[in-house]
């Protein structure tokens, strides 16, 4: 079984930073990308970034392009998205995901595992 704990989520005002993580753990060698996802009040969840596990390829929503970075540290298996340049648009809770996601993949039927999800609130 596989496990999923977001943390680093917080209010923060526009214009300014935070850092999520993501840690997992469990039987997670038949992945091969983790990714972050977000889901604002009243609307469905959407792509953010993905990472390949072994290349380290990326993707990101073009609404995050040039502000959000995501890595990775394989030995911990944990992703991180680093946030900067907040927007109140950003506001949202934001899910981590893991799976055998072909590289760059946006969809999220391609991710197995989902945390729990931590919240992010960027005000005006």
């Known amino acids: 079984q596989v496990q999923l704990v977001e943390s680093g989520g917080g209010l923060v005002q526009a214009g300014g930073s935070l850092r999520l993580s993501c840690a997992a753990s469990?039987?997670?060698?038949?992945?091969?990308?983790m990714g972050w996802f977000r889901q604002a009040p009243g609307k469905e969840r959407e792509f953010v970034s993905t990472?390949?596990?072994?290349?380290?390829?990326?993707n990101y929503a073009d609404s995050v392009k040039g502000r959000f970075t995501i890595s990775r540290d394989n030995a911990k298996k944990a992703v991180y998205l680093q946030m900067n340049s907040l927007k109140p648009e950003d506001t949202a809770v934001y899910y981590c995901?893991?799976?055998?996601?072909?590289?760059?993949?946006?969809?999220?039927?391609?991710?197995?595992?989902w945390g729990q999800g931590t919240q992010v609130t960027v005000s005006s």
């Open positions: 469990g039987r997670t060698f038949s992945w091969n990308a």
């Open positions: 995901a893991g799976g055998r996601a072909s590289s760059g993949s946006p969809h999220e039927t391609d991710y197995n595992s």
């Open positions: 990472i390949n596990w072994t290349g380290g390829s990326t």
